[in-house]
């Protein structure tokens, strides 16, 4: 009877250990940078499969069932670009940001964990989660210290990846077509000279305010330190030190040179 009830015991702790991890791992898988990479998939790698009439495999990490987000992501309603609605209990926001948080405080149940799920987060270094929204942009350090060895390892990795994801059994040359397709939109972006780079163009209006913003706070600055400059090295004289200094100067002529100064002496009241 005793080791009934010990095995009982073990086999619900073993349970609640398993969901407790199950849900932490969810938790923490991050749920802006996973839909980054969503996104991508969705707009790189799923109509490559598509236009070759196939489905993503259960084998990718990328097939949708594996990401813990997936039914919230599926209940999301876009109306317009200010109008998100919650597909569970209808309410409706301004944003998608505020749709996320009501799923995370409403609707937890929604999260599926399986043995196979994937956090997308997890590949935010070939898919450059910082880079493909706008999070960050290059600059001269970014470029300077890049080491392309590590941008070699990332672009085997991301090859090895897009390769899982091909199914097994297509003709040869679909199966080439498609790697090569999946490849140049993702992984040949991993190099020193292309990281930062996106397909995104800046616009006419954007680079004049860009500009424009650059150019009034290089001015203001200019200003401020002029307007310093003055207030704590410049003092204006009162007429009282004029005539101090006025006096000072011609002593000082006097005792240089007295005949040319006798005739200017200053009128002191
Ligand atoms: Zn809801």
Known sequence: MEVVLIAIVIHVYSAFLLTVTAWSSVINCPRDRSSTVRKLVQNVIVPVFASEGQTVPRTCSFHKERDPYWEQEDNKIQESANRWTCGFCGKTFIAEYYLDLHYDNRHQQYLRQVSDSVCLAEYCDIFRCDVYPGIVSVDFWDTVLCLEDDMTELRQTCQEVVSSCIPEGLPEETSYWMK??????????????????TDEKLSGLRIFLQVFVNMAVFSMMILYYILAYQHFYCQIPSDENKQTWQLERITLSHRRNPERTRMYRPYVP
Do not use: G, V
């Open 180 to 197: 090569e397709r999946i490849f140049n939109a993702s992984c040949s972006y991993l190099t020193c000279k292309s990281y930062w780079h």
